[in-house]
Structure formats: structure tokens, C-alpha cells
């Protein structure tokens, strides 16, 4: 029994191990995404730097463009249907590294002339003590122009190290493509969805 316990210790801190950012998004009930179909950048943008723009600001536009583009988005600064906004967030946290808030149990024998008696145990505890870390929550929102309401936002919480902090751009690269992957695809004039969504 002590040998199960231990694989089953053993394959709860292999998911553990994963390192990719976390998304979370949400959207305006009741939009037609399709009616959007060209955008451009909010001014000024949340990780800007007062009046200018900072290197940060200046990939994530290259890069959403680059994206947008790719699913037949135009880029149009004079008269857009969507305005995009960026923020970044790099805080410290703390939390356990092996927090297990389910039970294992094992359970139960018993025979046929008696009720069946179950024996379980359960672990709900943290290994290793608190640990404090970084990490960065990149936001993207997506506006109507027009209206000014903000009709989809996504943000991206991804673990970082040290290290990170003197060069943010694979991690940032990485957790804005995979927020913009979770961006409503609109459908084609046909009634189709586009090449990517039907992927």
C-alpha cells in the first residue's frame, strides 16, 4: 500500500512540474466577433512608459500584429473596429510547491456477512515549506472603438525566474500567443470559421 501511495505522490508532483502560463479570459455576452474585422492600438497603452513606448509595448504590438494578420485582420490606425490594450503586472507571491488539496484514500474490505468497512486516508499538506517567487500577469484586452467597451480580455499568469527579469521577451512572446490563441474566432461571410479555428 505504501508503494501505490508513493507512485500516486510521484505522479501528482509530475503535473505539478508544468510551466506554462496560465490563461484565463472571459468575453461580452451576445457579440458578433465577425463584425470585427480591422484594429489598432489603445493610446496610451498600459505598458507604456508615460509618452513614449517602451520595448515592451513595442513587441507586443509586433507580435499581435503579426498574429491579427495572419487571421486576416487588417491593421487600420485611422479608423479601426477594435482598439488593443496591454498591461503587465510582475509581482512576488507565495505558495506551497506541492499542495495536494484533494484526498488519496484507499478504501475498503469487507465481507459478505458483514458491512463493508472502509479505510481511507487523505493528505492535504504542503512539502518543503513556503516558497516566495515571481511571477508576470500579462493582460490583453480587446475594445470596440467606437463604444470604447471592452469586448474580450485575456490574462496570462506565467511563473518566472530571476533570470527572466533581464530579458521578459520569450516569456512574454510565449504567454501572448497562447492568449490570443483563446480570442474568439469569427466566422466567414459564408458561415464557415476561419482556416485556424477549424484546425
Not at 19 to 39: K, L, M, N, V
Not at 180 to 196: C, I, N, T
Request: some cysteine; charged content about 25%; aromatic content about 12%.
Amino acid at each position: 500500500m505504501r508503494s501505490a501511495l508513493l507512485f500516486l505522490v510521484f505522479v501528482l508532483l509530475g503535473g505539478c512540474a508544468a510551466t506554462g502560463p496560465e490563461i484565463h479570459s472571459q468575453r461580452r455576452s451576445e457579440t458578433d466577433f465577425a463584425a470585427y474585422r480591422s484594429f489598432a492600438f489603445f493610446t496610451p497603452l498600459g505598458t507604456d512608459r508615460g509618452e513614449y513606448a517602451s520595448l515592451i509595448s513595442q513587441q507586443l504590438k509586433t507580435e499581435t500584429r503579426r498574429a491579427l494578420e495572419a487571421r486576416d485582420y487588417r491593421y487600420t490606425p485611422d479608423a479601426p473596429d477594435l482598439l488593443i490594450n496591454f498591461t503587465l503586472d510582475i509581482r512576488k507571491r507565495a505558495f506551497y510547491p506541492y499542495h495536494f488539496p484533494g484526498s488519496i484514500f484507499y478504501g475498503g474490505f469487507g465481507g459478505r456477512r458483514r458491512g463493508g468497512v472502509g479505510v481511507g486516508f487523505g493528505y492535504h499538506f504542503p512539502l518543503g515549506g513556503e516558497t516566495r517567487a515571481l511571477e508576470s500577469i500579462l493582460g490583453v484586452d480587446f475594445i470596440d472603438a467606437q463604444t470604447r467597451e471592452v469586448l474580450w480580455e485575456g490574462r496570462a499568469k506565467s511563473p518566472m525566474q530571476d533570470a527572466d527579469k533581464e530579458d521578459l521577451a520569450p516569456l512574454l512572446k510565449i504567454a501572448l500567443e497562447k492568449l490570443l490563441e483563446h480570442y474568439p474566432s469569427p466566422k466567414a461571410a459564408d458561415g464557415r470559421e476561419d482556416a485556424e479555428a477549424t484546425e
